[in-house]
């Protein structure tokens, strides 16, 4: 008799075994923000075919699955895949094979490193970025002499961080056909004295940019590859690339295809004539990991280089006040066009008159079509009476490291009365619009999305400047940041339903952090370490 109940209660248990249901991973004792409606929370999931099958306790999903891989989170909290909502992915991995000139305290800082990259890389033409005069004891503009001397033959073209303003030698002017009788409109060829500065601004920064040699499909390829790396490690499963052009995009569809290309993009086409004729008579090409439905336009330049247009004159140059980089009607012939395909419209405003042009623009066109979602981007220096425009049809997608980037020196440019009243106002913008989309516009800031969650909930950098929060009136809740990193961004990109939340049915993007981002001392947010990241169930990092 006991043989017999032994014999039974094995076959019972084999029979549980066999009844459980098959799964490819179970992620077990974790803490799970799921960011769902409810904000719920939960301990496990199980993942099939890529995507979230069930999400419960552990002895929930343990008791009804078996998966090929189980991952014991050991208590540590996970999250969804991080959505980068405004970044320059494939000008990141570029800029990897270029000088990199980022943390310059001094010009003889910059001089030195494009030395040091020179004598190891040789190039026919130098190129790199990332310098910021705002960060030099002399904030004026540099010029070209000290480059002309130490590099008379070679051209030089190296970008201000923000990606709106160049400093070239007078080799580049000269491959360029650039001279002082250069005409341009939307930003500046800097003269002093009747002689070129060597600071170009803006649109006519395009005429260096064509005189460049371009990259080949070998260093295309490296660079996506090489910024997927360093998003991955940062707990990024999908990226905005805002404004790219349709060789970069075919390509990524390409890696992607091949399974070598990962991370999920969702591409704003950069707005020229050709881009535009190809896309926008087609209907929005969307695959598991690319997603190519909207348009890049840009409005004015930014605020650090004085090209964002203002309503009333640069607190620090009189009688100066920006540009539109594009005719007023130009824009509105764009966004009509726009209008009537099936593309979002997502346009750069960082100056009160620029987002002042774009929000009519934006509300004349989608009064009778509720469901556009077009998008401001970066939405920096809002008139007060405009911002009753954003709504969930006119999305804010703003970068919260450019607050605290940008304050040591932006009451400067706007004065006190003008940044008190709806200069990056991210909470007035949630109240008003109802979401927010949260991005780091990297490589102008770091790739980090730490940064961008600290610099959202405390207004600080990270030397803990300033104490007690820079317009604290405009913090997030962590919570309301987390929203903005991930479901949030997701409807920002028509992904609701499919990423931005630990859900059913959604693609299983997500990651596991050494701490409890929505928890942890923030001081401590900065240095959060991902422990993984995971792409439709697959580790990436």
């Known amino acids: 008799m006991h043989k017999f109940f032994t014999i039974l209660i094995l076959a019972i248990g084999l029979f549980a075994c066999n009844s459980k249901q098959k799964v490819d991973l179970i992620v077990t004792n974790a803490k799970v923000y799921t960011v769902d409606e409810g904000f719920s929370m939960a301990e496990a999931f199980a993942v099939k075919d890529g995507k979230f099958e069930a999400i419960g306790t552990t002895s929930e999903i343990t008791s009804k699955y078996e998966a090929r891989e189980t991952v014991d989170a050991e208590g540590k909290a996970v999250y969804p895949g991080f959505i980068d909502a405004h970044a320059h992915f494939y000008r990141l991995g570029l800029q990897q094979q270029m000088v990199n000139l980022v943390g310059t305290k001094r010009f003889e800082d910059v001089v030195a490193r494009i030395v040091e990259f020179q004598q190891k890389n040789g190039k026919d033409f130098i190129t790199g ?44 002017l000269d491959k360029a056909g650039i001279t002082t009788e250069t005409p341009f409109e939307g930003g500046d060829i800097e003269q002093k004295n009747g002689e070129l500065t060597g600071i170009i601004v803006d649109n006519p920064m395009q005429l260096i940019f064509d005189a460049q040699p371009k990259p080949g499909l070998e260093d295309m390829s490296k660079a996506l590859m090489t910024a997927q790396k360093m998003c991955f490690e940062y707990g990024l499963t999908t990226v905005v690339d805002a404004g790219i052009d349709r060789p970069v995009i075919e390509l990524m569809d390409s890696l992607q295809q091949h399974d070598n290309f990962k991370m999920r993009i969702y591409a704003m086409i950069s707005n020229t004539e050709a881009n535009l004729d190809f896309f926008l008579d087609k209907e929005p090409y969307k695959s598991d990991r690319l997603n190519v439905r909207s348009v890049k336009f840009y409005g004015d330049g930014a605020l650090g280089s004085r090209g964002a247009a203002l309503k009333e004159e640069y607190s620090d140059r009189h009688d100066h006040f920006g540009a539109l980089l594009s005719p007023v009607e130009d824009f509105k012939d764009v966004a009509a066009r726009v209008a009537k395909s099936k593309y979002q419209l997502n346009t750069h405003a960082i100056g009160d008159s620029a987002n002042y042009v774009v929000l009519k623009t934006y509300d004349s066109l989608l009064k009778n079509d509720s469901d556009r979602r077009w998008r401001v981007e970066h939405a920096q220096i809002i008139d007060d009476e405009d911002f009753k425009y954003f709504s969930k049809n006119i999305i804010p997608s703003v970068q919260p490291t450019h607050a605290t980037s940008d304050m040591y020196w932006a009451e400067d440019r706007l004065g006190s009365a003008r940044l008190q009243e709806g200069a990056y106002a991210y909470k007035k913008l949630l109240n008003q619009s109802g979401i927010v989309a949260l991005g780091t516009d990297f490589p102008v800031e770091q790739v980090s999305p730490f940064l961008t969650f600290y610099a959202a909930v405390t207004r600080k950098d990270t030397k803990n400047y300033p104490e007690g929060g820079f317009m604290m009136e405009e913090a997030l809740s962590r919570e309301e940041t987390l929203k903005g990193m991930t479901i949030w961004a997701a409807y920002a990109n028509f992904e609701e339903n499919e990423k931005g939340s630990i859900e059913k049915g959604k693609f299983a993007d997500f990651i596991i952090l050494d701490k409890d981002i929505m928890e942890v001392e923030a001081t401590e947010i900065p240095n959060l370490k991902v422990k993984g990241t995971y792409v439709g169930g697959e580790k990436v990092y």
């Open 129 to 172: 970025g990332g310098w910021d005069q705002n960060d030099w004891e002399n904030k004026e503009f540099p010029t070209k002499d000290t480059l002309d001397r130490l590099f008379p033959d070679t051209p030089i073209a190296i970008s201000r961080i923000d990606g709106h303003a160049l400093l070239v030698n007078q080799a580049a």
